[in-house]
């Protein structure tokens, strides 16, 4: 397993690109299958959850062709609508074929994600809506049944009233609905960017969806039995771009400017690092990070869009590890997502636990160590941890990272830092 070891101490200086959001390709990817012709996605950044995504799309029978930045996806001859364990379980986000598949070929079988590292994370909220739309569902040997009326005929439209925001059980619904008979309302949705992303695209699909990145959702569905084939450039990340302007923040004299990122969709990151001391500007389709003082403590709890966004938790508190005070850090999403933790605390991080706050202390310095996490922001946490870290820190199953960071040594390597790759290091 490679892993990525940096030798801290250097400041952050230069440009880097922010890369397209991750969370906002895969629906898209997924959204192709409610259409056959070929669709071309532009600015698709070269992860592991796009080859992921595209290894499903194959196995249910679609052509896909990744030349990053782009990415092809044609119609095959046959589709199987079934998502198997092995590949649900590398990317629960795999659960987001489910209402396409229904809502297209009138059946799907999909594998249950299960728990993962961050949470149960269950998919409750699809399937009742899916169920309002006239689905019947059942749930067999893990994996989830799902068949259209009158054993597998069109799905209605309905009235949806979340529970609470779920991005992609927003994002399944609105897919379902753009192919359903009639009208459906979507009600209490997640308002994320990457929502209001596939709204665009399901529109330039042909589809009637209105309202997609507030939290009611409108959406004719379309009596053609399938949507018009796409090309659409994808957004940039929002979450990414919060992680460089944390890595460029925690080295005192850093001056890095993100090109091609979104200063709007991170309005309740850059508040919150404005307060502790870091200066924010927006400049055209960039936006420039510097540090010339002292970090000092804010508190911060996550909450859905356009709240503090549980993705760049832990990240910031990598920043109040070395801030003046007591920072207070309240996890409402997800209910283990404090891996960073221990690991931060093996660095020299004084931080207490109490069920989902972190209490941060902050201290004069962090020590280099080898560390590692079993989710993606934890790692990439842990990254920038080690750029400020006395000594080497080595941060262990990269994999994680490889998930939803493009390049991330060479970008960080772009800024001035020492980071390499560590090819087969020991896991
Ligand atoms: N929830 C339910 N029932 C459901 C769906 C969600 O109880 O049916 C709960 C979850 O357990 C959680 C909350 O609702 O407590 C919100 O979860 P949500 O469904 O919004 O999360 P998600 O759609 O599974 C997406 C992102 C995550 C990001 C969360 C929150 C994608 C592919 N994933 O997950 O991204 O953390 O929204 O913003 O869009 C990441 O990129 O590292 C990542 C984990």
Do not use: W
């Amino acid at each position: 397993m490679d892993a990525i070891r940096i030798r801290g101490g250097v400041a952050l200086k230069g440009n880097v690109r922010i890369s397209g959001a991750k969370n906002a390709a895969l629906p898209i990817l997924c959204a192709t299958l409610l259409s056959d012709g070929e669709s071309l996605l532009r600015n698709v950044p070269a992860l592991r959850d796009i080859e992921t995504t595209a290894a499903l799309l194959r196995f249910l029978g679609r052509g896909v062709t990744v030349a990053s930045p782009e990415v092809r996806v044609a119609a095959g001859s046959d589709i199987r609508p079934e998502a198997p364990y092995e590949l649900v379980k590398q990317m629960r986000a795999s659960v987001l074929v489910l209402g396409p598949l229904v809502a297209r070929f009138g059946r799907a079988k999909v594998s249950l994600p299960g728990g993962c590292q961050i949470g149960a994370r269950p998919i409750d909220q699809h399937l009742k809506g899916l169920e309002a739309m006239g689905c019947s569902i059942r749930l067999e040997r893990g994996y989830v049944l799902a068949e259209g009326p009158s054993g597998g005929g069109r799905l209605r439209g309905a009235e949806v009233v979340f529970d609470m925001p779920t991005v992609t059980g927003t994002e399944n619904l609105m897919m379902a609905a753009a192919l359903a008979k009639g009208r459906s309302t979507l009600v209490n949705c997640a308002r994320e960017p990457e929502v209001e992303e596939l709204g665009r695209v399901l529109n330039k699909m042909g589809a009637e969806v209105n309202g997609a990145g507030t939290d009611v959702i409108h959406i004719v569905g379309s009596d053609r039995g399938m949507l018009a084939p796409f090309d659409h450039a994808i957004i940039s990340d929002r979450i990414e771009a919060g992680t460089y302007m944390v890595a460029a923040a925690i080295g005192l004299g850093s001056d890095v400017t993100l090109k091609g990122a979104e200063m709007n969709d991170l309005e309740a990151l850059v508040v919150k690092m404005r307060a502790a001391g870091v200066d924010i500007a927006s400049e055209g389709q960039d936006i420039r990070v510097r540090r010339d003082k002292p970090l000092r403590a804010v508190n911060v709890t996550t909450g859905p869009h356009p709240g503090f966004p549980t993705d760049m938790q832990a990240q910031l508190m990598v920043l109040m590890t070395l801030a003046a005070g007591e920072s207070v850090i309240n996890e409402t999403i997800f209910e283990h997502r404090f891996q960073h933790v221990p690991e931060l605390q093996r660095m020299g991080a004084q931080i207490a636990l109490r069920g989902n706050t972190a209490v941060v202390h902050g201290v004069e310095r962090l020590y280099g160590a080898s560390v590692m996490a079993t989710d993606l922001r934890a790692s990439a946490s842990l990254v920038i941890a080690g750029l400020v870290a006395d000594d080497e820190t080595e941060v262990r199953r990269v994999y994680h990272i490889d998930r939803g960071y493009e390049r991330i040594e060479e970008k960080l390597r772009g800024l001035g830092a020492r980071v390499e790759r560590v090819k087969g290091a020991e896991a």
